[in-house]
Every structure is written in structure tokens, then in C-alpha cells.
């Protein structure tokens, strides 16, 4: 059996190979089955958007108990893979919160510091290192900066600058890669790899955003979508649900996946 600790080192591994990573973001058991099933999933990252609103929470409002509940149950359907969980901010301790996400079975995270001091998420990150040291999980965080997201109207250059100077400050403390969310194009991508580091950018497909193949072309370590996944899933339901309203009948290639 693979244990935690190869399984944190597999997921750093992953993020460090030449091939982006592509996770495609689950929220509960049975969304994990479904992609875990497939050949070309390597690991298994949640999103925190969609299991706060699998609960009827605002994102980032969920309490941390009904996260590791559901991180959890996302674990035990992933079976060998490698399992990263969303703990939004770190719930007000993130390295307590880190150390009871191992304790459910979780090799990695993302946590965002909505540009929080610069200071102040650095010893987040320290204290997470510090969790997994004292776990004996070699913890994958992927750190989270909302240089761009939070960015307000500053200008993009500016943006860019403050994502560099964080994410090499998050490495530095310990993290694994820096996320980035935004719809990065291949400008300020560039830009933010060469400032940051080739294979310790991670980001979100959005609308709007790159390839995947795109990423990896500029040097990118990870691409996640977040809650898109399951808004799709959700406009596929309700969808058949107008159709069936319609006198509609459900399609003969639907597959047996729960």
C-alpha cells in the first residue's frame, strides 16, 4: 500500500516534472470516483468553491470541520492517488489546520493569503512546513497569492510584481509551487515564470484562459479549475432537467458511473 508520505512525495514529484499537472477539481466521493476511474488522472485536488456549495455555504464561509469531513471521504474514494485539499485561508490557524488535514489522509494544499502582509503568510507557510515535518508528511502546499484576483485597479504591472515577490518569498518559506489564479495569457505568464521560477507556477483554467498545453509550453507546474468542474456538471443537470420538463427522455449514452 502507498503510504502518506510517498504519496506527499509523489504529488511534489508531479508539480516538478516536465508535463503540466492537470487536476480536474472534485467536491465529494462520487465526483472523485468518477475521475480517479480515468487512466490520465496522476492526482486528485479539491475545490473548495464546490464543496461549500455541496454544504449551502458561500465559498470560503464552509467551517473546517465539514471540510475535513468531505476531504476525508474525497481520500478514501481516491485510493492510491495523491490528494490535495482547498483550506481557503487556512481557518485562522494554518498550520493546526494543515495538521488535521493529514490527519484525514490529505498530502497537499492550497491556501491563499489574500494579501495578507507579506510577512504574515510567510509565517503560515513556516508553520505549515513545521505541521508536516512533525507528521512525517512531507506536505505539498501550494500556496495561493491573489495579486491578481484581488488586485483591485491597480495596473497589471504592478500585479505581476507583487505575485513574483511573493511567490518567491512563499518558496523560500517552504512552499511546493506558487498559485496564481487569474486569466493569465501567455504575457504575463512569461513574465511571471521567469519571475517566480519554470515548474513552480500553478494555475486556474477559466474562460478566457489558456491551454493547458499552452502552460506547459511557458514552463507552468500545475493547472486546476476550481469550481468550474462542477458549474459544468451542474449546467449538464439542468439542462436534462429542461429537457425532461420538455417531455424529454434521458439519453441512451449516459454511463453508470455511480
Known sequence: MTTQASKAQRLSELHAAPEILRVVNVWDAISTK???????????????????????YADGEIPLELTLDMVGRIVEAAGELPVSADLDAGYGDAGESVRRVIGVGAVGANIEDRLRPLSEFVSEIEAVVAAGAVEGVPFALNARTDAFVRAGG?????????????????????????????????????????GIGERKISVIGLPGALTAREYEDLGVARISYGPMTQRVALTAYQDLAIDLYRDGAIPASVRELN
Open 34 to 56: 468518477a475521475v480517479a476511474a480515468l487512466p490520465e488522472t496522476r492526482a486528485i485536488a479539491t475545490a473548495g468553491h464546490s464543496i461549500a456549495a455541496t454544504f449551502g
Open 154 to 194: 491597480r495596473p497589471l504591472e504592478e500585479s505581476i510584481a507583487d505575485a513574483i515577490e511573493r511567490g518567491r518569498a512563499y518558496l523560500a518559506a517552504g512552499a511546493d509551487v506558487v498559485f496564481v489564479p487569474g486569466v493569465l495569457d501567455a504575457d504575463t505568464t512569461r513574465k511571471l515564470v521567469e
